[in-house]
């Protein structure tokens, strides 16, 4: 009923027409003309059913459960029959249920959820939240770190993508990532928060030293700053625990979730925060509101979505798949030169090679080989390879053979670095 109802030469067309024409002619340039059809599992098959790929891009993790879960789509069609998004500003029992839960599973005394449609108005909700409390202005994010589109949350990031939009709000300013002595020397009292991704995807799957969380968690809580963790790709068991941030042993004042929460199925963001946080809204309750924040149905898909990470065995599956992968990548650098290394929590994979044009170029020979998987924006020589955490041990090994064949290939086209410089210039890279 929805899928291949048109040639795909006129959805291109139409695409490229009444959606958006850069986008169309970007992936031409690249070699790919893929319209997403079936799906299902850690498959997506090609609107016109001539090949498949293994998604290891899966939308930075919305796709966690693979596409179509069968728990999630089947709690979604259950509750079709009695509910609908809800009303935003009435209260509703499946909000108080996923809050509950939440705050069941989530760090320390982390109690109250405020729901969103998107990762990135969570995260605008958890700025809000830090400056309404403190009553202070200041926002430290880090270099290369993304936290979305959005108002705050793109004045968080880099000018790659804000500096088209004219003046920032005030207030905001960076550091590097991992470099506990310089955070330390820039909070102040005039700090309302640090926002910082657990394991930075779009900086390149950054892993800090062993010491960093605990001394940012002492740093903040020396100047009464508030510390946002942004698990919105590295949450909800994508490292192989249920939060990144639980290796560290250190408890934010916020976290940031969404993505995988959807289930890939409906849209669905929290911002969760710790109690002394809600004297702010317990003053202004109706301070933030978003018509499809926390709808029924996206707490319905969450809620499945939770029965299923949260099972026995979970975890260690997406553990012995991590290593698998790593096995693997043992035996294609001994094999090829490009390679220059990979960095790895869990599922969370940064696979690194020595040319930051070589990175562009392997995401389009990548899914050019059935695997899409793209690099960095923020660090192109790293290809973010996050499959499915359902992925097994045969599609494991597809990824593997598709990396082999795209980095020999590569190596003996060199060619391809030049359609990748046409590329990257567009890209702004
Ligand atoms: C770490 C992180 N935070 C926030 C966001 C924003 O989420 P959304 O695209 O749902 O607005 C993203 C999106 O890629 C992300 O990777």
């Given at each position: 009923m929805f899928i291949g109802q048109q040639p795909k030469d006129t959805i291109l067309e139409d695409y490229a027409r009444y959606v958006n024409p850069g986008r169309v002619s970007v992936f031409k340039q690249m070699g790919l003309d893929f319209v997403v059809g079936r799906r299902e599992g850690v498959w997506m098959w090609d609107v016109d059913d001539s090949h498949r790929l293994l998604n290891c891009r899966c939308s930075g993790g919305v796709f966690n459960l693979g596409h179509r879960p069968p728990r999630v789509v089947k709690a979604v069609k259950a509750a079709l029959d009695e509910i609908d998004?809800?009303?935003?500003?009435l209260l509703d029992e499946t909000r108080a249920v996923l809050g509950r839960r939440l705050a069941e599973v989530t760090p320390g005394d982390i109690q109250y959820s405020t729901f969103s449609p998107g990762g990135a108005e969570a995260i605008d909700v958890a700025i809000k939240l830090a400056r309404g409390y403190t009553q202070r202005p200041g926002i430290i994010s880090v270099k290369k770190g993304y936290h979305g589109h959005t108002g705050f949350a793109l004045a968080t990031g880099e000018d790659s993508f804000r500096?088209?939009?004219g003046p920032m709000p005030p207030g905001f300013s960076k550091v590097p990532f991992g470099n506990a002595d310089a955070l330390e020397a820039h909070?102040?009292?005039?700090?309302a928060a640090v926002i910082i991704e657990t394991i930075p995807a779009t900086a390149g799957i950054l892993i800090p030293p062993d010491d960093y969380y605990p001394r940012v968690r002492r740093a903040c809580d020396a100047h009464g700053a508030q510390l946002i963790i942004d698990e919105?790709?590295?949450?909800?068991?994508?490292?192989?625990?249920?939060?990144?941030i639980e290796e560290w042993d250190v408890v934010p004042d916020i976290i940031v979730i969404g993505k995988g929460m959807s289930g890939g199925i409906d849209p669905m963001s929290a911002t969760c925060h710790r109690p002394h946080l809600d004297a702010f809204f317990q003053q202004n309750p109706f301070i933030h509101l978003s018509s499809f924040g926390g709808a029924a149905l996206g707490c319905v898909a969450a809620m499945a979505m939770l029965d299923q990470t949260t099972e026995p065995g979970f975890m260690e599956h997406v553990q012995a798949m991590g290593d698998r992968f790593e096995a693997g990548f043992v035996e294609l650098q001994s094999r090829h030169s490009i390679v220059a290394g990979w960095r790895r929590r869990g599922l969370m994979i940064g696979f690194e090679v020595k040319d930051p044009r070589m990175g562009v170029a392997m995401s389009a020979v990548l899914a050019q080989n059935g695997v899409p998987a793209v690099f960095a924006d923020?660090?192109?020589?790293t290809i973010q390879i996050m499959p499915p955490l359902i992925i097994q041990s045969e599609e494991v090994d597809f990824v593997l053979e598709a990396l082999d064949r795209a980095l020999a290939f590569l190596t003996d086209h060199p060619e391809m670095l030049a359609m990748v410089s046409q590329v990257a210039a567009r890209l702004g890279l």
């Open positions: 998004v809800s009303d935003h500003m500096g088209k939009f909070v102040s009292e005039e700090t919105v790709q590295a949450g909800l068991g994508r490292t192989g625990r249920l939060w990144a923020h660090r192109p020589t």
